[in-house]
C-alpha cells in the first residue's frame, strides 16, 4: 500500500532557486514511483512591497547586491546550478523585474484545476527562459490559455477582488510561522526544509518517512 507524502512549498515565481529546487525534487520524486505525492505550491513574495509594473532588472539588481558585478558574480553561480538540471537561464533576456503577486493568482487558480505543478513550470520557463514580464496579465493568459483555462474565466478571476485576500494572507501566515526565504518545503506539515535541497537529500528525507508507515 503506498503512503501519501504531502509537500507544501512556498515559492516565489521569480526565484530561481525555486525554479532548481523544483527540478531537483521532481528528479527525487521520480524515484518513489509507488509512492504517491500532493504538492501544493504557496505563494511567498520576495518583494512584496514591488510596484505594479515592476522595475527595471539592473536597477532592482544593483538596489538589491550593491553592484552589478556582484549581482553578476551571484547570478553566474545560479547558472552554473541551473545548467546541471538543464535549466538554461536567460538572465541577459529579463529586462523588468515584475510583480509577482498576479502569478501567484495564476497558481492559486491552477490549484483548483489540479494543474498547479505544470502551470508553474510554464510560468517559470517565461520568465526564466524566455524574458517575460509574468507581472503582465497578457504574459499570463497566454499561459492560462495553454492549460485550457478560458479566456474570459481568466479575466473574470483577475477582476474579482475576492480572492485576492486569502492569497495574501497565506503569505502572511508564512511569514508568521517564521518562513522568510524561499524555496522552503514543508514535508507532511512537520519537516520544514530551507533552501533548493539537493536530490540526494530529498530521496533521504522520504525514504526515512516511508519506512516508518511501511
Request: aromatic share 10%.
Amino acid at each position: 500500500m503506498s503512503e501519501m507524502i504531502k509537500l507544501d512549498i512556498f515559492s516565489d515565481t521569480i526565484c530561481p532557486w525555486c525554479y532548481i529546487g523544483k527540478k531537483r525534487l521532481d528528479r527525487a520524486i521520480k524515484k518513489f514511483n509507488t509512492e504517491e505525492f500532493m504538492i501544493t505550491w504557496r505563494p511567498f513574495q520576495l518583494n512584496p512591497n514591488m510596484q505594479a509594473d515592476g522595475m527595471d532588472r539592473t536597477e532592482y539588481l544593483v538596489s538589491k547586491f550593491g553592484s552589478e558585478d556582484a549581482a553578476k558574480t551571484i547570478y553566474d553561480n545560479i547558472f552554473e546550478e541551473g545548467e546541471k538540471e538543464e535549466i538554461h537561464f536567460q538572465f541577459d533576456d529579463i529586462k523588468i523585474t515584475p510583480n509577482s503577486f498576479n502569478s501567484h493568482r495564476l497558481l492559486a487558480l491552477a490549484y483548483q484545476k489540479k494543474i498547479q505543478d505544470r502551470m508553474i513550470e510554464d510560468i517559470f520557463q517565461s520568465y526564466f527562459i524566455r524574458g517575460e514580464d509574468i507581472g503582465d496579465p497578457t504574459v499570463l493568459l497566454d499561459i492560462a490559455i495553454k492549460h485550457n483555462i478560458d479566456e474570459d474565466e481568466f479575466k473574470n478571476y483577475l477582476m474579482n477582488k475576492e480572492n485576492i485576500e486569502p492569497l495574501a494572507n497565506e503569505e502572511i501566515q508564512a511569514r508568521k510561522m517564521g518562513i522568510n526565504s524561499v524555496p522552503t518545503f514543508i514535508v507532511n506539515q512537520q519537516i520544514v526544509i530551507n533552501g533548493a535541497q539537493s536530490v540526494d537529500n530529498f530521496e533521504l528525507i522520504f525514504t526515512k518517512l516511508l519506512s516508518k508507515v511501511h
